[in-house]
């Protein structure tokens, strides 16, 4: 079997347009609010979901623009709905794209907002403001030139300040094996750590679909060990773990993925496949250019690597990513065999 795209968010991708809010399933609509500052990655999906009480219930709150919130409000409409009927807000990962009209939401319908308790321990700790700073100090011990660390820290912070003016903090945990509180519906959480420490996927039960955030896209291969501050819990290497969680997404037997960015797609074995088989080419790649370039800062190896949208197209949090990406793979390199 292929990938098998939805064919309406897909000719919108490949024609670099907005597609329109669209019911991907009965009592699921998919809705794409714009990225700003973002060259490739163009929308995020905000997924409304209804329950058999005629409640709504929202996945991953996109940027907090207020065009945005005018997006959202739209579709509210459309669906013949209001922010009021919501009663639960799940978001799959920290980042501001999954989160940031969180607060919006919450203070018009008084619903709560829920994370992976990871993501929780990262949020409450200020951990937004937190990965700016660390990406500072970690992009100097990487190598980065001083004008490419100015450009970056200059990019980031602008950003910052233009999509999340307002910090967002959860009101309750997840946990994995957790069912969302959605009346009439089985969703069950899957903490998938890779993306960030508390990334998590959301497969219902009934549907078999799963909603897999940025842990898995179709159209991209997402970015390993993005977290905020770490529970310090263990150190387990981003890319082992991130192995492990599509190890177990593939044992699921899901008929349709919606994920985080691009277009939902039936395929859920093919794209893992593809997914990991990429990130173990990546990892090949990093040890040749390392073998070839003995003493070669980071930041020198990941100028090297064939990035997708090419190394001159990497451009703000991207490059960033890409770099980050790179001192992964050689940290993963460095680990002591397993018996798996």
């Known amino acids: 079997m292929t990938i098998e795209p939805n064919h309406t968010q897909f000719e919108a991708w490949t024609g670099k347009h907005l597609p329109d809010v669209l019911q991907v399933q009965d009592g699921v609509w998919a809705v794409p609010l714009p990225m700003e500052h973002e060259n490739y990655v163009r929308h995020t999906f905000t997924y409304l979901i209804l329950d058999d009480e005629d409640g709504l219930h929202v996945i991953d709150p996109g940027w907090g623009f207020e065009d945005n919130r005018v ?39 008084g619903a709560r907002l829920l994370v992976h308790h ?13 990965i700016l700073v660390d990406f500072s100090r970690k992009l100097r011990e990487w190598g980065a030139p001083l004008p490419e660390r100015i450009k970056l820290y200059t990019s980031l912070s602008r950003q910052r300040r233009f999509a999340s003016p307002e910090v967002v903090h959860p009101d309750d945990v997840l946990s994995d094996g957790d069912w969302l509180p959605i009346p009439g519906r089985r969703i069950r959480v899957l903490h998938t750590p890779g993306h960030t420490e508390g990334s998590i996927c959301l497969f219902d039960e009934d549907t078999r679909s799963i909603f ?6 179709p159209m991209i291969h997402p970015g390993i060990g993005l977290g905020g501050a770490s529970s310090g819990q263990d150190r387990t290497s981003p ?40 990130h173990r080419r990546r990892s090949d790649e990093v040890r040749s250019l ?15 690597v064939h990035w997708t949208a090419g190394w001159d197209r990497l451009v703000g949090f991207m490059r960033l990513s890409a770099v980050a990406q790179t001192a992964m793979h050689i940290d993963y390199l460095t680990l002591p065999p397993t018996d798996s």
Request: charged share 20%; net charge neutral; glycine share 10%.
């Open 71 to 109: 997006r959202l409000k739209s579709a509210f409409g459309q669906i013949r709905r209001g922010i009021e009927d919501v009663r639960s807000i799940v978001s799959t990962h920290l980042h501001p794209d999954h989160t940031g009209l969180a607060p919006y939401i919450r203070s018009r319908s």
């Open 118 to 130: 990871e993501e929780a321990t990262a949020m409450n700790s200020g951990a937004s403001p937190g």
């Open 212 to 217: 897999t955030g940025d842990t898995l896209l």
């Open 239 to 278: 890319l082992a773990a991130y192995f492990a969680s599509l190890g177990r997404l593939e044992q699921l037997d899901a008929a349709m993925v919606h994920p985080g960015h691009g277009y939902s797609f039936r395929g859920l074995q093919e794209r893992i496949e593809e997914t990991a088989g990429h």
């Open 290 to 304: 390392v073998a070839q370039h003995p003493g070669a800062r980071v930041w020198q190896v990941a100028e090297r």
